[in-house]
């Protein structure tokens, strides 16, 4: 399908790993992304990876991904409540400049 | 602060009406792409500028138009306004044509009653 998918909602307890997943649509995706969206801000890129790799670390942030079930997830460590955001995946499709996005994960962190 | 800036922050207007969006790149971005957020469509591609001209086009209407200017500005021009227009308008730059970041504005929520 064309529809880059994400579940609607997620909520953790403060302190714990919150795990954000996707599936995308392009085998030939080259490049797969992670922004978030605060309320009333724009999308602020937290991370992103390279088809060819399988994880990429950051601070809290690991991507894991998964090209044979094009699937992408998003681990934050020590979830804290300024985490809570929208997430939005993105691919990068081949022979496009664009991205894709999905429908974005409303992270809700409880204290 | 991602470095793109656009004007202006909010705009209610009315049916029918035409409006103007802008947005500033970042520094040393020749490239400006042109997105909107709705509810129902969620965050959509519509259009890119590369260095002044245009590179790509995604679902953008016949109603709606874009143009980057020499100092690589860029403008989206919506009009004859529908209700169904109102959505978060959001402008991104990156360096190349085709390049792995794009960095995107705080956007312009455009109100159409």
């Known amino acids: 399908g064309e529809d880059v998918e994400q579940s609607l909602f997620l909520s953790v307890r403060e302190g714990d790993s919150s795990v954000i997943n996707c599936t995308y649509t392009?085998?030939?995706?080259?490049?797969l992304y992670w922004y978030k969206q605060e309320p009333g801000a724009g999308l602020q890129l937290l991370t992103y990876i390279f088809s060819n790799m399988d994880m990429k670390q950051d601070q809290r942030l690991t991507v894991l991904l998964n090209k044979k079930d094009k699937h992408l997830s998003l681990r934050i460590a020590d979830t804290q409540t300024g985490d809570s955001a929208i997430y939005f995946c993105a691919e990068k499709r081949g022979g496009a400049n664009n991205l894709f996005f999905g429908t974005g994960t409303r992270l809700t962190v409880i204290p | 602060d991602s470095g793109v800036t656009q004007t202006p922050k909010h705009l209610i207007t009315a049916t029918g009406q035409r409006v103007t969006l802008r947005c500033s790149p970042r520094s040393g971005d020749l490239s400006v792409y042109w997105y909107q957020q709705s509810l129902d469509q969620g965050l959509q591609f519509l259009i890119q500028y590369y260095n002044g001209e245009e590179r790509a086009k995604g679902n953008i209407l016949e109603r709606f138009s874009a143009q980057q200017f020499p100092d690589l500005h860029s403008e989206l021009n919506l009009s004859s306004l529908e209700l169904g227009d109102s959505a978060l308008y959001f402008c991104?730059?990156?360096?190349?044509?085709?390049?792995?970041?794009?960095?995107f504005g705080p956007g312009t929520r455009l109100t159409v009653l």
């Open positions: 991104a730059s990156s360096v190349g044509s085709s390049v792995n970041e794009q960095f």
């Open positions: 392009d085998s030939s995706s080259t490049y």
